[in-house]
């Protein structure tokens, strides 16, 4: 395997993004290029594969003691590869749509409005109301055995979402909230006021359009 120095320049990380283009490196040369260089017995390369292999085994636990634990990787260029995922996140979550109001949900929520079985959803979001994730709960009849605040709020917690929006499909397209759907939504109101998580809405949409039961003051 070449070693960094003797690449031809036009296979070099930096020589290959000024003419191909960034969307042209691998992962290892992206890294290679944050790292900027190897140590004096481990070219760049070589330690940007070893570091890429460790974020393929277990990149949600990537942590400064593992990246440490890596022979040629000190606490400085560490900390530049933790920086530089932490920032990604954090401009990735700028970037997610925004939930502003009911109609925000229902264009998110566009491809279970045809579906021919109940689809129970949940939307989590930050502190500013941007979609960190929208999961499937559960797939039948709405009802409060199958809608157990534990499945709704553990992916909010595990998220460090700030609120919640939750959302069923009506397949008969009758766009009213029934007695049961009401009993949901206020059992897990009051799971969310203790959780400490805000339930800004429960919405329930059909092919004809969206019933909002913040709107209509039920929530």
């Known amino acids: 395997m070449k070693t960094i120095s003797e690449l031809e320049s036009f296979d070099k990380p930096r020589e290959k993004l000024t003419k191909k283009g960034v ?31 460790l974020f393929e085994d277990d990149f949600e636990s990537i942590s400064l003691e593992k990246l440490t634990a890596i022979h ?4 400085a260029k560490s900390s530049q590869i933790l920086s530089a995922i932490e920032l990604s996140k954090r401009y990735l979550i700028k970037q997610n749509k925004k939930i502003t109001c009911a109609l925000d949900i229902y264009n998110e929520l566009q491809e279970y409005k045809n579906k021919q079985q109940e689809y129970f959803l949940t939307i989590t979001l930050d502190g500013a109301n941007h979609i960190i994730q929208t999961r499937v709960i559960s797939i039948g009849t709405l009802n409060r055995s199958l809608i157990h605040p534990r499945e709704v709020f553990a992916d909010a917690i595990t998220d460090r979402a700030a609120s919640i929006v939750i959302a069923h499909n009506h397949p008969s397209g009758l766009l009213e909230a029934s007695q049961e759907d009401v009993h949901v939504t206020k059992r897990l109101k009051e799971s969310a006021k203790l959780l400490g998580i805000e339930l800004l809405d429960h919405l329930i949409i059909s092919k004809d359009g969206y019933f909002s039961m913040k709107d209509m003051e039920i929530l």
């Not at 969307?23 to 290679?32: G, H, I, M, N, S």
């Not at 040629?72 to 606490?75: A, D, E, I, K």
């Open 23 to 53: 969307e042209a490196l691998k992962d290892y040369e992206l890294l290679a290029i944050l790292l900027g260089s190897g140590t004096k017995d481990k070219d760049v390369l070589k330690l940007s594969r070893e570091i890429i292999k």
């Open 72 to 75: 040629g990787l000190g606490v």
